[in-house]
């Protein structure tokens, strides 16, 4: 069985520029969560999905990001502008069902460097 | 005071050690405990979960909890090279976000 699959796995760009990450759950998952791990910290969720709404957002900087996860299935992480301080790496995790046991399946993650 | 509190290391210990890896919690709400291991440049990967108190086997790994102080461990019999990760400890409540703690890096030297 596929893991949860994100691309790409690196990414280098300058301040003020955007970027995006996409990502594929694995199959049959219904909940898809958007991480940010800084160096030396464990991750922070960003956002969470149940199909394709937005159940948790609230850690989410709306000003410059943006998700969406369009026919509940695969999911993009926007950044525009990034700002130096968003260098971190963007991990895309999915689970079976809403209620949380903790199991999540994550990605290797797409690591950012912001110049 | 982070909801969870863990000591990031490195933990450096020989091949063959017992090791003990610890997380603090202060919502009493969270029922669900994990423990995640992450591989550099990975992400993190399920090790082990519990619910509730008590304690859990799995091979040479075993979880424990204890929510009267609100203590999470892990232990790692006859550690090995292939153990050297970060490990995230993690708990939730029901339809909560799960909250992670910092991670504790395991360095085991042959």
């Known amino acids: ?115 | 005071q982070k909801e969870v509190e863990q000591d990031p290391g490195p933990l450096s210990v020989p091949e063959g050690a017992i090791v003990s890896l610890n997380c603090t919690y202060s919502n009493s709400a969270f029922q669900y405990f994990m423990w995640y291991r992450q591989y550099s440049r990975k992400g993190p990967e399920l090790l082990m979960y519990t619910y509730s108190s008590g304690n859990k086997e799995d091979g040479r790994f075993t979880a424990q909890v204890d929510k009267s102080s609100k203590y999470i461990s892990l232990f790692i019999r006859d550690s090995q090279p292939s153990d050297s990760a970060t490990y995230l400890c993690a708990t939730v409540s029901g339809y909560s976000t799960l909250t992670f703690g910092k991670g504790t890096m395991l360095l085991v030297s042959p």
Do not use: M
Not at chain 1, 13 to 40: D, M, R
Not at chain 1, 51 to 67: G, I, M, T, W
Not at chain 1, 89 to 99: K, N
Not at chain 1, 105 to 115: D, Q
């Open chain 1, 1 to 115: 069985e596929a893991g949860v699959v994100q691309s790409p796995r690196y990414k280098i760009i300058e301040k003020k520029q955007p970027v995006a990450f996409w990502c594929n759950p694995i199959s049959g998952h219904n909940t898809l969560y958007w991480y940010l791990q800084n160096l030396g910290q464990g991750p922070e969720l960003l956002i969470r999905y149940e199909n394709e709404e937005a159940v948790d957002d609230s850690q989410l900087p709306k000003d410059r990001f943006s998700a969406e996860r369009l026919k509940g299935v695969d999911s993009t992480l926007k950044i525009q502008p990034a700002e130096l301080g968003d260098s971190a790496v963007y991990l895309c995790a999915s689970s079976f069902s809403f209620e949380n046991t903790g199991e999540l399946f994550f990605g290797e993650g797409s690591r950012l460097t912001v110049l």
